[in-house]
C-alpha cells in the first residue's frame, strides 16, 4: 500500500505568515492528490484536489502544488480562521489512504 | 444543494453490530460513489471503503475486511454501512463522503458517534 507522510505534525506561525505543509507518498501517485481541512468540532473540508485544483469557494491564499511523491499545501498569509488540521489524501485506486494530519496553530 | 445526512448517535456493547445510514439529496444518485471514513477521538481519518451508487460495486478496506458492508438503495438515495463484531477501537466519528469514482469527496456527512462500551 502506498503511504502518506505529512510534515511537519504541528505548527505555529503568525498571523500574516506564509505557512507550508508537506505530503510524501511512498510510490508515485501521479496528480491524485487532495487536501482537506478540519477545524476543531467540524466536518472535514475539501480545499484542492488534483493536487493543485482549489475547491469551489476555497480563498485564493491556499495553493497545492507538486506530482508523483511530493506535494505541498501553501498558505500564502495566514488567517486566524486557517487554525484547524490539514490532512492530504491519495486517491485514484485502492486503498485510498490519508497522511496523519498537520495541526497548524496561530501564534 | 448537495445534503448527506445521517442517521444518529449509537452506543454499543463489544461483540455488536451498528447500521449507520447516509441519505443523500441535491444531486443524482447514480453518477457518484460514496466513502466512508471514520475518525476515533483525537485521531486522524481513516478510509473504510467506498461503493458504486451506480451498480454498487465496492471496494473495503483491507484492515475491515469480513466485518464491513455498505450497501446502496437508489430508490431512496440511501447508503447504508454495517460495522460488525464491534471492539472499544471502533468508537469513532464516521462520515459518507460523496466522491465521482476513486476520487476526493467533495460533500460530507454530519458525521455519526459510534460509541462501543460494555
Known amino acids: 500500500d502506498i503511504q502518506m507522510t505529512q510534515s511537519p505534525s504541528s505548527l505555529s506561525a503568525s498571523v500574516g505568515d506564509r505557512v507550508t505543509i508537506t505530503c510524501r507518498a511512498s510510490?508515485?501517485?501521479?496528480?491524485?492528490l487532495a487536501w482537506y481541512q478540519q477545524k476543531p468540532g467540524e466536518i472535514p473540508k475539501l480545499l484542492i484536489y488534483?493536487?493543485?485544483t482549489l475547491q469551489s469557494g476555497v480563498p485564493s491564499r491556499f495553493t497545492g502544488s507538486g506530482s508523483g511523491t511530493d506535494f505541498t499545501l501553501t498558505i500564502s498569509s495566514l488567517q486566524p480562521e486557517d487554525v484547524a488540521t490539514y490532512y492530504c489524501?491519495?486517491?485514484?485506486?485502492?486503498?485510498?489512504?490519508f497522511g496523519q494530519g498537520t495541526r497548524l496553530e496561530i501564534k | 444543494q448537495v445534503q448527506l445526512v445521517q442517521s444518529g448517535a449509537e452506543v454499543k456493547k463489544p461483540g455488536a453490530s451498528v447500521k449507520i445510514s447516509c441519505k443523500a439529496s441535491?444531486?443524482?444518485?447514480?453518477?457518484?460513489?460514496m466513502n466512508w471514513v471514520r475518525q476515533a477521538p483525537g485521531q486522524g481519518l481513516e478510509w473504510m471503503g467506498l461503493?458504486?451508487?451506480?451498480?454498487?460495486?465496492?471496494s473495503y478496506a483491507q484492515q475491515l475486511q469480513g466485518r464491513v458492508t455498505m450497501i446502496r438503495d437508489p430508490s431512496a438515495t440511501t447508503v447504508y454501512m454495517e460495522l460488525s463484531s464491534l471492539r472499544s477501537d471502533d468508537t469513532a466519528v464516521y462520515y459518507c463522503?460523496?466522491?465521482?469514482?476513486?476520487?476526493?469527496?467533495?460533500?460530507w456527512g454530519q458525521g455519526t458517534l459510534v460509541t462501543v462500551s460494555s
Open positions: 441535491g444531486f443524482t444518485f447514480t453518477d457518484y460513489y
Open positions: 488534483s493536487a493543485s
Open positions: 489524501q491519495k486517491y485514484g485506486s485502492a486503498p485510498i489512504t
Open positions: 510510490q508515485g501517485i501521479s496528480n491524485n
Open positions: 463522503a460523496r466522491g465521482r469514482g476513486w476520487s476526493w469527496g467533495d460533500n
Open positions: 461503493i458504486n451508487l451506480s451498480n454498487g460495486g465496492i
